[in-house]
T-cell receptor
Framework: KNEVEQSPQNLTAQEGEFITINCSYSVGISALHWLQQHPGGGIVSLFM???GKKKHGRLIATINIQEKHSSLHITASHPRDSAVYIC??????????FGAGTILRVKS | DAGVTQSPTHLIKTRGQQVTLRCSPISGHKSVSWYQQVLGQGPQFIFQYYEKEERGRGNFPDRFSARQFPNYSSELNVNALLLGDSALYLC???????????FGPGTRLTVT
């Protein structure tokens, strides 16, 4: 079993829909990252969370430390949101462990 | 301020050869981490360096080695290349706390 599990693996949405991507982890962590990766490989850090909730524009990330679960929400989705979204947990010792990613496609 | 830079962007090597990948962190960042991302999978942790010392190593064979220089730039070396080493190699520089990760654009290595 992978230490970081994401769901769904693939997601297709219509423009304007509300999107949720889930991440569950099995190890103790000091922080959790949500990352965005576009075709070509470049990775951008969206959020780093250690508790609670963060919001940036149309993106919202939440984490429940007790349940070892985090969600990334995208409101009013747009085709430019199409990308791979990766959950990564920071284990104690500063080692990042990544999920396999969720491939999101938003159709206009 | 320039972000994390990596060179080269793309690289094609033959099995058995050796390769060196380079990374320059964001100015002021003293920690560099290396990751391997095979097509269709999430990245895997290879190494972390802080202040020129190895602080973490992932589950990779000894063919993989790295070092960090006094200016905090870093090199990743892979010897005796295998087809399975074909991947995107990502470098990330971090703040002193090691929490905020800033990724470079990656080096795409193809081994034929």
């Amino acid at each position: 079993k992978n230490e970081v599990e994401q769901s769904p693996q693939n997601l297709t949405a219509q423009e304007g829909e509300f999107i949720t991507i889930n991440c569950s982890y099995s190890v103790g962590i000091s922080a959790l990252h949500w990352l965005q990766q576009h075709p070509g490989g470049g990775i951008v850090s969206l959020f780093m969370l250690s508790s609670g909730k963060k919001k940036h524009g149309r993106l919202i990330a939440t984490i429940n430390i007790q349940e070892k679960h985090s969600s990334l929400h995208i409101t009013a989705s747009h085709p430019r949101d199409s990308a791979v979204y990766i959950c990564a947990v920071m284990e104690y010792g500063n080692k990042l462990v990544f999920g396999a990613g969720t491939i999101l496609r938003v159709k206009s | 301020d320039a972000g994390v830079t990596q060179s080269p962007t793309h690289l094609i090597k033959t099995r058995g050869q050796q390769v060196t990948l380079r990374c320059s962190p964001i100015s002021g960042h003293k920690s560099v981490s290396w990751y391997q991302q095979v097509l269709g999978q999430g990245p895997q942790f290879i190494f972390q360096y802080y202040e020129k010392e190895e602080r973490g190593r992932g589950n990779f064979p000894d063919r993989f080695s790295a070092r960090q220089f006094p200016n905090y730039s870093s090199e990743l070396n892979v010897n005796a290349l295998l087809l399975g080493d074909s991947a995107l190699y990502l470098c990330a520089s971090t703040t002193r706390s090691g929490y905020e990760q800033y990724f470079g654009p990656g080096t795409r290595l193809t081994v034929t």
